[in-house]
């Protein structure tokens, strides 16, 4: 198994990714009410609020799968963030999903995300999903595959100062 290429994300890089994601995020993001709870070199962990609009039946405890999609990829591009070196742009090119029990709760739901690996212009990530109840197993696993352009000036400048999408 090859060895993790990631860069050294100091405390400094990670307040400066949260700043952006808490301060800039809009759209699905901000209608996710996504809370980064643990941002370090080795993955990411988020916390989404139980909203009960999210949820396909009439007691608001069932969770569309839609909304697992978009929180793990969601957190995959954050955990890029932590890892790309010089990351200018990412897309995402593959995205699965393994729906592995009911998303069936009145708790948050907690995701963490890695990215395991990384070439000259893909990366790879794995994560996982769960509410935040204790003893219930996994909900979801996924894996993701970026395209990545490096350069000059980060993604992470240009959503610093532009915001996301300019």
Known sequence: MAAKNQKTSSPELMARIAEVWNE?????????????ERSEPDGVQLRMPHNPEFCVDEDGTLLHGGILTALLDSAFGLAN??????????????????YLSPAQSRADVIVFAECYRQTRHVVFNSGRVWFDTPGQPEIARGSATFSIMR??????DKLNTKGPGQ
Request: without cysteine; hydrophobic residues 50%.
């Open 24 to 36: 800039r995020a809009q759209g699905l993001i901000t209608e996710l009410n996504l809370q980064i």
């Open 81 to 98: 963030f932590l890892a790309v070196e010089n990351l200018d742009t990412m897309a995402t090119l593959d995205l699965r999903i393994e």
């Open 151 to 156: 350069g000059a000036n980060s993604l992470l």
